[in-house]
């Protein structure tokens, strides 16, 4: 059985239905829609859709060393060197994979590393408490 999605006005409301921080993007694209908050049992999403319907966005959930990554070519990039972050490109979009504060965050819908870069490197931690 698997629990219901719920949705949310903020990232903060997010991270404290999480109970751990979550990290949002500072940066979007100009195309991109109105961005929503979302949690699914224990992940999180932060995202939108670009102008063509592409989703675009955040997806965070507790780090786990058994989960694999998507299927696809992924390689380690400099700038995201201090996450651990790994890049894929297919479908003529760029994604990533980063590791922040014990958590897997996936971030999807890019159309170019360099847009994927500013994202991972503005995300900002909402804690899901005063810290």
Known sequence: MTAASKRFRS???L???????VFEPNWWPEDTRKVSY?????TYWIGSTRRGGTPIGVIGKAEKPELRLPGGNWSPIPELEAMRGLVSTSNDHVHAVV????????????ASEAELVQAVQGLQRIPAESD
Do not use: C, K, N, V
């Not at 991270?15 to 921080?21: E, L």
């Not at 590791?99 to 890019?110: D, S």
């Open 38 to 42: 979302r949690l699914d049992g224990a």
């Open 11 to 13: 990232a903060l409301a």
């Open 99 to 110: 590791h922040q504060e014990q958590q897997t965050i996936h971030l999807i819908g890019y």
């Open 15 to 21: 991270a404290q239905s999480f109970r751990a921080p």
